[in-house]
């Protein structure tokens, strides 16, 4: 079973950048998609980003693309979302997600194991 940790997130300004972490622990988690979704007050939850562990098949959501970047550090056994060029609307809570197959998916039914969240807040 893979346990994931998120952290980094904060309230910053609108067009500034920040970057969440997600620490990845447990077994094959080679075998894993990761990914990124996040939940606004009142919304639903969705998806930001996503890649396989061992890389390729990344897929993007729109409001984000060329905004938000999801990277891996096989060293650290960390993933990481850079955010760049925050906007008021990216203020939600963001969770790192697993799932245990090599098809990238984008609905967050899909994930088996979640994250606790870590909150982003973007001032105007």
């Known amino acids: 079973q893979v346990q994931l940790v998120e952290s980094g997130g904060g309230l910053v300004q609108s067009g500034e950048s920040l970057r969440l972490s997600c620490q990845v622990s447990g077994r094959a988690f080679s075998e894993h998609v990761m990914g990124w979704f996040r939940q606004a007050p009142g919304k639903e939850r969705e998806f930001v980003v996503a890649?396989?562990?061992?890389?390729?098949?990344?897929q993007t959501a729109d409001s984000v693309k060329g905004r938000f970047t999801i990277s891996r550090d096989f060293v650290k056994s960390q993933l990481y979302l850079e955010m760049d060029n925050l906007k008021p609307e990216d203020t939600a809570v963001y969770y790192c997600?697993?799932?245990?197959?090599?098809?990238?998916?984008?609905?967050?039914?899909?994930?088996?194991?979640w994250g606790q969240g870590t909150q982003v807040a973007v001032s105007p």
């Open positions: 997600a697993a799932r245990r197959s090599l098809v990238v998916a984008t609905t967050s039914a899909e994930y088996e194991v």
């Open positions: 890649t396989r562990w061992a890389g390729g098949g990344t």
